[in-house]
């Protein structure tokens, strides 16, 4: 067997044994996006696809989003876009529901796309993630 091989039997072994609901928020205009979605559609995947503008995370589905970060806020906030600098809040000053509720009313905050599965996350075009993806879908 090769590497890619035993690396999809070992992740398929530590599957949840409940099939998860694989749920993609996305924007129809994001360049990572669209890849996002070529290659879920390419490789078979179902999912629920959300418009991250118009049906965003509830501040119930973001604190489990943060729960499943390795990086916390930097891997969830988009701080190099306009909307994140032209806010005149210190996000490091807020209490965690404060910044529930405001990713929640501002979902242009977030970096996109970004997809939940059971207890995985991806956020942003990762190859490498959706492989493991694949394995366990």
């Given amino acids: 067997l090769g590497p890619r091989e ?3 039997r070992w992740v398929k072994r530590l599957a ?3 099939k ?7 924007y129809p205009s994001c360049t990572s996006c669209r890849k996002t979605k070529e290659w879920l559609n390419r490789h078979g995947i179902p999912y ?3 418009h991250i503008f118009r049906d965003p995370p509830s501040p119930e589905e973001l604190k489990e989003m943060f729960r499943l970060t390795t990086e916390g806020t930097d ?3 988009s701080k190099r876009s306009q909307a994140f600098k032209s806010l005149d809040i210190d996000i490091e000053n807020l209490r965690f529901t404060e910044l529930l509720e405001l990713l929640h009313r501002e979902p242009r905050l977030l970096r996109r796309p970004i997809i939940t599965y059971g207890d995985h996350l991806i956020v942003g075009y990762d190859r490498e993630a959706l492989e493991v993806l694949l394995a366990l879908a």
């Fill in 6 to 8: 035993r690396t999809r």
């Fill in 48 to 50: 629920e696809e959300r």
């Fill in 75 to 77: 891997e969830l906030l």
């Fill in 16 to 18: 949840p044994r409940r």
């Fill in 20 to 26: 998860a609901k694989v749920i993609f928020y996305t």
